[in-house]
């Protein structure tokens, strides 16, 4: 079975800094795309950012200049460094994988609060 594990979520002051990690398992499809989502209390998930095989990019406009996504392929890992954080990025974050074949599957979520 496919599995996503996410790790690196705590709480962190504003302006602090995160960086989440989310390790893929039972892969046996090409992927097409890693990314985060996050969801806060009450609202829907949102995208947060994406890296696809090609390395195309994509991030939501609220982290622009402060989130960097990046893929480690030989290790199927995808991670999210979260820079200046501000209480609105409080939320779990969720990571997924777009597979060639398979389609989406998505983990179980990590915890980010910012808070002083």
């Known amino acids: 079975q496919v599995q996503l594990v996410e790790s690196g979520g705590g709480l962190v002051q504003p302006g602090g800094s995160l960086r989440l990690s989310c390790a893929a398992s039972?892969?046996?499809?090409?992927?097409?795309?890693m990314g985060w989502h996050r969801q806060a209390p009450g609202k829907e998930r949102d995208l947060v950012a994406s890296?696809?095989?090609?390395?195309?990019?994509t991030y939501t406009d609220s982290v622009k200049g402060r989130f960097t996504i990046s893929r480690d392929n030989a290790q199927n890992t995808v991670y999210l460094q979260m820079n200046s954080l501000k209480p609105e990025d409080t939320a779990v974050y969720y990571c997924?994988?777009?597979?060639?074949?398979?389609?989406?599957?998505w983990g179980q979520g990590t915890q980010v609060t910012v808070s002083s």
């Open positions: 997924n994988v777009v597979l060639r074949r398979r389609g989406v599957h």
């Open positions: 039972g892969i046996d499809d090409s992927i097409f795309s």
């Open positions: 890296i696809t095989l090609g390395t195309r990019i």
